[in-house]
């Protein structure tokens, strides 16, 4: 799966909203890991292995971008970024989390045209 959207994002047309989905995906992620670390829920294994999946696609995406890459009108990059505060709380408790979060935050910041 990670492989057809790594291939499905070299397309211009889909880039953009395949960026924006993932996005929208590592906030609801994050949400979750927040919600662990404060011992309202617990973070299952399984969601934490996908997820790093969700990381590498994403991160792959932006670093091959060979355009400009904006999220017009996104609201999922802003909160994305918003989300940057917490990701030195949480890096005590879930460390590679922290840095795969702070990766893919440089690149949609270094994406901005």
Known sequence: MMHYLMALGKSRMSKSFLLRHLVSRINGLVDQLWQSFEGQAEFPVDEQENSCFLFWVAEYLLQDSD????????????VFLRHLDRVYQLSEEFHP????????????VASDP
């Open 67 to 78: 355009i400009p890459l904006s999220l017009e009108g996104a609201s999922e990059k802003t």
């Open 97 to 108: 989390f922290a840095v795969c979060l702070l990766r893919i935050g440089s690149l949609l």
